[in-house]
């Protein structure tokens, strides 16, 4: 069975929400949000996460949790809160959509009750997107504004990204991607189903027509 414009779209929107998702949990677990060299010492590296500080020195890794939260910089505070909040509209974006879409099937749901929680859906993995872009790029703004802070002596050592920032952007371009498809596909449904109506009734004339047209 060949699956319609509008089928493919959710599932590119599913398999994008979904992908998004998990790299943006991957994002918060690690600790590479902030790394620092020591010229001093080039075999001590230090980074830095949302849960906890790391120092790696000759390939042995040495981890630090916070302990407590209202110690951290407001940047990584908010960004906590952001992220777990990420990852909440996320899921619950993906079982909306999930059963508005045209795969799940349960108890004759009607249409149009599936197209409202696809778009309901779309619309949280929008909403996941931007609480997931929004702390990665304060945190790589506020790192900028250290780095080029000209009262901080230039012998200190400087904060510079690291690789969960990058994680971080492209897990909120998927989940992006993800809700315009998903809204894009329960927005084009409409159009479908009103032409299938329109349609309906013509096919169903024709039969008779038919009928009454064959020899006797």
């Known amino acids: 069975m060949a699956w319609s414009f ?5 599932l590119g929107g599913l398999l994008l929400s979904l992908l998004g998702w998990v790299c943006s949990c991957v994002t918060t677990i690690l600790p590479q949000w902030k790394t620092l060299n020591l010229e001093l010492n080039e075999m001590e590296t230090w980074i830095m996460g949302l849960w906890e500080v790391c120092v790696n020195q000759e390939e042995v890794v040495v981890c630090k949790a916070f302990e407590s939260f209202l110690s951290l910089p407001q ?21 909306l959509s999930g059963f508005g879409s045209e795969c799940f099937q349960l108890y004759r749901n009607r249409w149009v009750f599936k ?10 993995e929008a909403s996941a997107s ?3 872009l929004f702390p990665v790029s304060w945190v790589a703004y506020a790192t900028i504004q250290d780095f080029w802070d000209d009262s901080i002596p230039e012998i200190v050592p400087r904060w510079e990204f690291g690789d969960a920032l990058y994680l971080g952007w ?10 315009l498809f998903l809204i894009f596909s329960a927005c084009l449904g409409k159009e479908e189903e009103s032409s299938l109506r329109m349609a309906g009734p ?7 027509r038919s009928r009454n047209s064959a020899p006797g």
């Open 115 to 124: 197209r409202w929680l696809c778009l309901l859906g779309g619309t949280l």
């Open 130 to 132: 931007a609480t997931t």
């Open 6 to 10: 509008r089928e493919k779209a959710q």
């Open 75 to 95: 940047d990584l505070q908010v960004s906590r809160i952001l992220m777990v909040a990420s990852h909440g509209l996320g899921l619950l974006g993906l079982l």
């Open 170 to 179: 492209a897990a909120g371009i998927f989940l992006a991607l993800g809700g």
């Open 202 to 208: 013509t096919e169903a004339e024709q039969v008779p």
